[in-house]
């Protein structure tokens, strides 16, 4: 089995531990993981925005990078939502377009192998106890993407209940999105913070010390205000928690 | 669509006044919760749900295909039945023929059972004008109308106004409009109806013109069917002489028998009851009971248009039934006014662009009202992807190249650029990492993003130094 790793544009640059933290968590559980070094984004913000024909390049890169592997693992639900869901429509636009079928041909190479970590995990490699240790009180949000494209279901729920050490805590409110949104954030700047801060206010009072999730754009938003509010819990993946171990301990 | 929201400013400027309106934050937040959590209970019972949305998703989706067909046979059956169709290709048009069609009866006034299709075309407007005062009869458009006001919500369209605003409305206009308010009315929700209740008794027994919406329309039969809670709908369509149904053309359905999958969706969806209190069918004209005139206005009004988008027709598969707004967190915050249609939340956002067009301020920023999260397509009882149009309109937009596009498509070409040229998009996060102390975590100006969140530190180094270091 050879999987490979989309660690995703945000994470490269602003959340490295959060792919380092794959890379040993996967290892640990003797997967071979790759890292094709010309992987960039997946066109979600792009996409999202109105801006279909600019993302076009970076479902052919998709494609090219990953043809290797058998499988593409990414800790990313809304950037696996993107290639599931997404490439697969700007496939059937550009043939509507009468550009060819390449770009449909290429989204049914990529969206058959790409999975959302904690699917890989729990459907792929059937591990639901990864071996980690992480001793914190935690709540869970579960990004929209993740969630509602994606199906994720308990999946992540499961994963962190096995988790030595850890005492889970149910957040209020949680299926309702964060703000985050991508340009959303931006062009709705309002709305969006009176959406997080309502999410911050259902996390804090939980008490845990820790509120996790499979997004770490999401997490991007939702950690700004805490740090912002000086609140009492910090923002974390689910992939550096799952990555903890009682002899390498997350920090 | 109606006058009395043209040159309303672009969403994001509407939501500001609403999102740091404490009580209308509390007063939406309650009432979306409780509706969103009774909903999900009554549709919970049906343990076909997801066999009905389907069956409902492809009786309206067969039915648009064809619609030209439907269109004609309908015609032919309310003709046939008694009644008189009219085609009205948009809403000034349909707005002469209805205030033609009132002139024509002598009358100088109506009374109106609640329609989304004449709010859309400003028919009460366009009715004062010819000196015809239209009567609104469901109690939150009463609440609207008397308030001098506009709906924020397609079934409870006072949803933004509380006991206490209500009993003041009443008190101070009822009396400019007929009966007026009992001495000494509290805000008392009984005494509140019962003010309505004798308020409009009096409109409805003197009324000869009724006029209506409706929620479906049986091409095989000519029948018209319109579902409501509180009665007065049906007093409208069965006590004046002449009826004047003014439909949206894809309110169509082919048979009586699809009626069956709509009435189970449409109450659990909208109220979250098992049946809605009032199912009123009506077919053409009978003698010596209800109407003696039944005239039906076709309406188009960028319909046929956003037909002809493969993938936002499928706004036209809407029932109307608001589970959308009110499971929608956008719309919570935001409120109703803020998307400047009487269609609002997530269905107006892609139902108002494309009938109206993207042209205005407003217009422009409603595919851009929403996060993506996809609950309103969750809820959703014929299955609309309300994300997908979403995003589909937001191309529309992003290509027409308007305020603030045009900085933007630069700067996503530069990022294009970049994303595909590895060795820049490194060479730029190596930069990042050495300048990391230098980043702020507040940017100066008009940055709405760190007005309420702190930017994320930049990182020692980027993953792909640390696999280059680490793994290579």
Known sequence: MRVGLFVTCVNDALYPRTGIAVVKLLERLGVEVGFPAGQTCCGQPQFNTGYRRETEPLVRRFDREFAPYDYVVTPSGSCAAMVRDNYPRIGRKAAAEHRGHELADAAARSVPKTYELTEFLVDVLGVVDVGAYFPHTVTYHPSCHGLRMLGLGDRPLRLLDAVRGLELRELAGAEECCGFGGTFAVKNADVSAAMGEDKVRNAVSTGADVLCGADNSCLMHIGGILRRQDAPLRALHLAEILASTEEEPHV | ?472
């Open chain 2, 1 to 472: 669509m109606s006058g009395t929201y043209l040159g309303m400013p672009s969403f994001p400027e509407a939501a500001r006044e609403a999102v740091h309106n404490e009580t209308l934050r509390e007063n939406l937040r309650h009432a979306t919760h409780t509706i969103r959590d009774k909903r999900a209970k009554a549709v919970a019972e049906l343990a076909d749900w997801a066999q009905l949305r389907e069956a409902g998703r492809q009786i309206k989706d067969r039915t648009l295909r064809h619609l030209d067909e439907y269109l004609v046979q309908l015609e032919k059956s309310v003709t046939a039945a008694g009644g008189t169709v009219h085609w009205a290709a948009d809403a000034d048009e349909a707005n002469r023929i209805v205030a033609g069609l009132v002139k024509a009866t002598g009358e100088r006034e109506v009374v109106k059972v609640k329609s989304m299709a004449t709010q859309e075309i400003g028919l009460n407007e366009a009715l004062e004008a010819e000196g015809i005062t239209a009567y609104e009869t469901d109690l939150a458009e009463l609440i609207v109308q008397l308030g001098e006001d506009r709906p924020s919500h397609i079934l409870v369209p006072a949803i933004h106004r509380n006991r206490g605003e209500i009993r003041e409305i009443f008190a101070r206009t009822m009396s400019e409009w007929g009966r007026p308010a009992p001495e000494g009315l509290t805000d008392s929700p009984a005494e509140l109806a019962e003010a309505a209740r004798l308020h409009l008794r009096e409109k409805f027994l003197r009324a000869k013109v009724g006029i209506s919406g409706a929620n479906f329309m049986v091409a095989e039969t000519g029948t018209l069917v319109v579902v409501e809670s509180e009665g007065n709908g049906r007093m409208c369509l069965t006590l004046p002489e002449t009826l004047i149904s003014v439909v949206g053309i894809e309110k169509t359905v082919p048979t009586w028998q699809d009626l069956e999958v709509f009435l189970q969706t449409l109450p659990r969806s909208s109220t979250a009851e098992r049946m809605n209190p009032y199912t009123s069918t009506w077919t053409g004209t009978t003698e010596a009971d209800g109407p003696r005139d039944f005239h039906l206005v076709l309406l188009d009004n960028g319909r046929t248009a956003t037909l002809a988008d493969e993938v936002g027709r499928q706004a036209l598969r809407c029932i109307r039934c608001s589970a959308c707004l009110n499971v929608c967190p956008v719309y919570e915050r935001a409120g109703g006014h803020a998307y400047g249609s009487v269609y609002p939340g997530p269905i107006g956002a892609i139902l108002s662009p494309q009938l109206r067009g993207t042209e205005s301020e407003i217009d422009a920023s409603l595919p851009y009202a929403s996060s993506l999260c996809g609950a309103c397509y969750d809820v959703c009882p014929v299955a609309i992807d309300i994300p997908e149009v979403l995003v589909h309109l937001r191309e529309r937009v992003a290509g027409q190249g308007g305020k603030g596009h045009r900085l933007e498509k630069a700067a996503i070409k530069a990022a294009g650029w970049v994303l595909n040229h590895p060795a820049a998009l490194a060479a730029g996060e190596k930069a990042a990492s050495k300048t990391r102390g230098l980043h702020p975590r507040r940017l100066p100006g008009a940055a709405a993003w760190t007005d309420s969140r702190d930017l994320p530190e930049v990182p020692p180094e980027p993953f792909r130094d640390w696999w280059k270091k680490n793994r290579t």
